[in-house]
């Protein structure tokens, strides 16, 4: 019986798909655009089935391709993880590393630990993304994800990397012209620069929650503050700016403002508060777990942190 499917085109779709485009994907497999056109139209054919849908301008998925391209990453993904598994203790790490990471931890953290581990490793190829949010565990396009606070499950494996925590800050010149609040409620009278994680629809983004020390004679544990503001964005790097242009009270991470607060160009608000932990993780699925890349550079951007 003659096979619908080839294993080697499974290979050619996920570059294809990682591609965007028919054009790209012929730059990256160095072949002509033709070839690819060809390749793809035999493919349909024989599975008698559109798998990507053209226009003029872009290129796109149909369901069956989402099927396809998701299957074909998952079993690429176990052939690679058995020949890592056959060779490990043999050879050095090697192959594609895809990385993802959030906006800006990423770009100011994660990227030079990247450019160091290439010098040391130059025979792994690396491919870092940078998104708003962590993409989901079951998301096959991805081999390891830098990320804040825990993942949400347990199928993956992860590993602390570093302790964090998100402070209350501003500038003081912000401050001086508002005040400075002495108590979780008084936020709610204060311009607060909101950070849309979850997108434009997010409830949770504008609500802060802050718990008392211990030893402080309020009595009160955990208050949840709804906050407002006239500025709000997705990208942790515009909100920072923001708040060291005085424009209101910001919630971040110690690790994106630490060197702010050093200098005085914010300040610790409501410091007798803890916020939320965002401890910093790398989370990769358990079918990685013996591959010599995933765990290298696990290994390597451990150590690129102060100690726990």
Sequence with gaps: ????????????????????????????????TAAVSKRLALMEQRLALPLVSRTTRRM????????????????????????????????????LLRINATLGFGRSHVAPVIS?????????????????????????????????GPPPDGRVIARLLARNRRLLCAAPAYLARAGTPRTPAELARHN?????????????????????????????????????????????????????????????????????????????????YRTPDADIYAVWPQRHQHSPRVRAFADFIATSFPPL
């Design 192 to 272: 607060c620069i909101g950070i849309r994680q979850g997108g434009p629809d997010d409830p949770a983004y504008n609500t802060w929650r802050l718990t008392a020390a211990r030893g402080r004679s309020s009595g009160r544990g955990s208050e949840s503050v709804k906050v407002r503001g006239n500025l709000s964005t997705n990208d942790g790097e515009i909100a920072v700016l923001w708040a060291l242009d005085g424009h209101g009270i910001l919630m971040r991470a110690e690790w994106d403002v630490a060197r702010h607060l050093k200098s005085g160009r914010l300040v610790e608000v409501l410091a007798a």
């Design 60 to 95: 796109g998925l149909t369901p069956e391709g989402e099927l396809l391209l998701e299957h074909a990453r998952r079993i690429l993904a176990d052939i690679d993880a058995l020949e890592q598994r056959l060779g490990a203790g043999q050879s050095a790490p090697q192959g």
């Design 116 to 148: 160091r581990f290439m010098r040391k490793h130059p025979q792994v190829e690396v491919q870092l993304q940078l998104s708003a949010n962590p993409p989901p565990p079951s998301d096959d396009a991805w081999d390891l994800n830098i990320r804040f």
């Design 1 to 32: 019986m003659t096979r619908k499917l080839l294993p080697a085109e499974l290979g050619f779709f996920a570059t294809l798909a990682a591609a965007g485009s028919l054009s790209a994907a012929a730059r990256e497999l160095g072949v002509s």
